[in-house]
């Protein structure tokens, strides 16, 4: 039977709720946190690929149209699941990393998450067999961080972990790139779930390697139900309907795989606590936010009839065509999508990334503290 945490350390993460949680209180309205240090992939990158390709690479409107009004290179048509943490703590929206520090340094954070990161390093990938192209990794990204921290904290003559008590580390879910490609393999259940232990590992030594660089508290991002996205419904979908969850629609197994991926890392999480009791690690559930949306979407604000489709894509039952994805094909001629009139009732934005609407709701359960931040004891 696994220990649950020290008093010291349950302590401070019930502390971490509070500070998360919006309680209106004169106390309270004061600014939690001076900066967020964010890590991930497409799903938190705030322009970090904007950078390494070019302007006009990225995808133009209607990305970014909700919020900024223009394409910022984030991919969803507004603010991501980390611009509304930010926000919600009184900070300015992250910059990224590879923009440099601009006239105001990074003295309020920095995002190091880009767009088609691995949670493996590349050439492993490729060993596995898995044709991919883009060399960025969560190695590659907490390499970045080491290379921006002395000029944040001389740790020859600065105890960082002090410097960093005010600062919130997040690393936001990363790891479908990897699993997509492996799937693509056609590997069995017991491969996968094999393989899927070595990218929630890749997390864990994320974490035990910012902690010894002196983060304290840090925000660790769950999986999102994978069978609801229509980028898996669309390549791993079945004629069987078993094959498919009767109240949602999702792929049952790749929601079984989400939650498997969860579990693993919830206890890579409780034994990172006990290897570090001095600092807060706290897991953010996206698959409880999101799976009772799946099932209820007007519940929530969302259009029922069209949970599982694509806003921006092309064609087929979701939306989504791999071939000729929203994020790949705006900038052809005649490119043939189609982009939905409210993408305030959509959940997903372009069959791999979730709508602006999607991630303030998201944002706003981890605000709340409901069953998003768990204790794990």
């Known amino acids: 039977m696994e220990m649950a945490p020290t008093f010291p350390s349950f302590t401070r993460l019930i502390l971490l709720v509070l500070l998360l949680g919006l309680v209106r209180s004169e106390s309270t309205e004061k600014q939690r946190y001076k900066a967020i240090y964010c890590f991930g992939d497409s799903l938190a990158d705030t322009g970090n690929d904007r950078i390494l390709f070019g302007a006009a690479n990225i995808p133009p409107l209607p990305y970014g149209e909700t919020y900024f009004h223009r394409s910022t290179g984030r991919l969803s048509n507004g603010r991501l699941l980390i611009d509304f943490i930010a926000q919600e703590f009184g900070l300015p929206l992250l910059p990224p990393y590879l923009g440099g520090p601009g006239e105001h340094g990074f003295r309020h954070g920095v995002n190091f998450a880009v767009g088609g990161a691995l949670a493996l390093n590349q050439s492993f990938i490729l060993e596995m067999g898995i044709n991919y192209m883009l060399p960025w990794s969560l190695d590659v990204e907490v390499g970045w ?18 410097f960093f008590s005010e600062s919130l580390f997040f690393i936001n879910e990363i790891g479908i790139n990897d699993v997509q490609g492996f799937l693509q393999l056609g590997r069995n259940k017991t491969q996968v779930r094999d393989f899927v232990t070595l990218v929630v590992q890749k997390t864990r030594e994320a974490i035990d390697t910012l902690i010894e660089l002196g983060a304290q508290t840090m925000v660790v991002g769950g999986f999102y139900p994978w069978g609801c996205t229509p980028a898996f419904l669309t390549e791993f979908g079945t004629n069987n309907v078993r094959d498919y969850e009767p109240e949602t629609g999702c792929l049952k197994w790749h929601n079984q795989l989400s939650k498997y991926c969860d579990q693993l890392l919830k206890k890579e999480i409780l034994h990172a606590r006990k290897m570090h ?15 009772p949306v799946f099932r209820s979407p007007n519940e929530y604000g969302f259009n029922d009839r069209e949970a599982l489709v694509s806003c921006c894509g092309m064609g087929g ?43 303030g709701f998201v944002a706003r359960a981890l605000m709340e503290g409901r069953y998003s931040i768990q204790p794990l004891s």
């Open 277 to 291: 009791p001095h600092a807060t690690i706290a897991f953010a559930n996206y698959y409880s936010i999101l799976k």
């Open 317 to 359: 039952q979701y939306n989504f065509n791999s071939s000729n994805a929203c994020f790949n094909n705006l900038r052809k001629a005649g490119n043939g999508l189609h982009v939905c009139q409210d993408p305030a009732s959509r959940l997903s934005w372009d069959g791999l990334h979730l709508t602006e609407a999607a991630y």
């Open 145 to 162: 961080f080491k290379q921006l921290l002395p000029s944040l904290c001389d740790s020859s003559t600065t105890n960082c972990s002090d």
